[in-house]
């Protein structure tokens, strides 16, 4: 049921890009992109609701494909403050509990 | 601070003892949530509250850990008997749900508990 993300991991020198993929075995309502530093607590980034939306956030964007229950964030141009544990988070209905990935590090190098 | 605020933020006790943690949200918010988290690894869903209403607890969750959350205010997470096994970090989020949005999530700073 937990939602399943990849890669677990990924380095990045300034300025690079990357792609987060997160995907669930149910049909989805919401996906949530939360971001947590060492010793933080997780931070919000953005909701996609299910209807495909993209968003965006500065440099850091996430699509929503629900007929195949899959979500993607993308680090555009990257700086060093994105590094961190990107999570995401699944919803299957309006009302339903919100669930977490195991999350991917990122490590932004100069 | 109008965050959401959870105490203590460090607790340490011997196996076998009971523990509880609060979890006071964010004055509005009709959502709460408890989570727990191990170094490494992703918010593991505990259990959720929609007001007073307890909606669901982790089938995973062992009758050791009973919530509450009277009058739809603060919240309690409480663990009884505590096994080294419980060691981790205790989250606690809150949000609005409102309509057919689900909202974003407010983490508290967290629970941690070390179990010897």
């Known amino acids: 049921q937990q939602p399943v993300q990849s890669p677990q991991a990924v380095i990045l020198r300034e300025g690079e890009d990357a792609v987060i993929n997160c995907s669930s075995s149910k049909a989805l309502y919401s996906v949530h992109w939360y971001r947590q530093k060492h010793g933080e607590a997780p931070v919000f980034l953005m909701i996609l609701l299910k209807g495909g939306e993209q968003k965006g956030h500065e440099k850091i964007s996430a699509s929503f494909n629900e007929k195949k229950q899959q979500s993607s964030l993308y680090l555009t141009a990257s700086q060093l403050s994105y590094s961190g544990t990107y999570f995401c988070g699944m919803t299957t209905d309006s009302w339903g509990k919100l669930q977490f990935g195991a999350g991917t590090q990122v490590v932004v190098t100069p | 601070d109008t965050g959401v605020s959870q105490d203590p933020r460090h607790k340490i006790t011997k196996r076998g003892q009971n523990v509880t943690f609060r979890c006071d949200p964010i004055s509005e918010h009709n959502r709460l949530y408890w989570y727990r988290q191990t170094l490494g690894q992703g918010p593991e869903f505990l259990t959720y509250?929609?007001?007073?209403?307890?909606?669901?607890k982790s089938r995973l969750l062992s009758d050791r850990f009973s919530a509450e959350r009277p009058k739809g205010s603060f919240s309690t997470l409480e663990i009884q008997r505590t096994e080294q096994g419980d060691s981790a970090m205790y989250l606690c989020?809150?949000?609005?749900?409102?309509?057919?949005?689900?909202?974003?999530?407010?983490f508290g700073e967290g629970s941690r508990l070390t179990v010897l």
């Open positions: 989020a809150s949000s609005l749900v409102a309509g057919l949005n689900t909202g974003e999530l407010f």
């Open positions: 509250f929609q007001n007073e209403a307890q909606l669901e």
